[in-house]
């Protein structure tokens, strides 16, 4: 299925761009600037109760270094996934940091389960497509991926 291959590749690029400007976003702007502290502070309130622990004890005296690799991180991870290059780890990494994300916003108390599988929604979709990305090994399409040890790059 030579198709498959370009539309893995497709989707790959188009997650490594909006990664890309998601990290951009956060560098330009006011996220590393005391923005991140105030969201994460909010996010505490609302976390799931191991989380906030982590939040209060670990995260928010150390916000502003925090919000420099979670930044930082993003855009490791789509210039990654735009490139082909090690998509795999690209991808294993963005599913954990996205997982970070799902821990602060998925907490439901006192809701019946239908409630957690809807909170965060965004977030657990964005984790499956990474670890689809990184099954169907789609950096060797149009990446770097493909060209590892000497090999010619895939061309589909």
């Given amino acids: ?28 702007g006011s ?3 005391g923005g991140f502290a105030k969201s994460a502070a909010s996010m ?14 670990f995260v928010l005296p150390n916000a502003s270094a925090i919000a420099w690799l979670v930044a930082l991180s993003e855009l490791a991870v789509g210039l990654g996934l735009v490139l082909g290059l090690w998509t795999r780890a690209a991808c294993a ?13 998925s907490y439901v108390p006192g ?6 599988v809807t909170a965060g929604l965004t977030s657990k979709f964005a984790i499956l497509l990474l670890v689809l990305l990184a099954a169907c090994d789609a950096g060797r399409v149009w990446g770097f991926d493909g060209r590892p040890r000497g090999r010619r790059a ?3």
């Fill in 31 to 33: 996220f590393v600037r």
């Fill in 154 to 156: 895939i061309r589909e």
């Fill in 93 to 105: 990494g963005g599913a954990l940091l996205v997982l970070t994300f799902l821990f602060g916003q």
């Fill in 1 to 28: 299925m030579r198709w498959a291959g370009r539309v893995a590749a497709l989707v790959r690029i188009a997650a490594g761009a909006i990664l890309l400007a998601e990290g951009y976003g956060k560098v330009a």
């Fill in 44 to 57: 505490a309130a609302k976390a799931w109760p191991f989380w906030q622990r982590f939040l209060h004890g």
């Fill in 111 to 116: 809701s019946s389960w239908d409630s957690w």
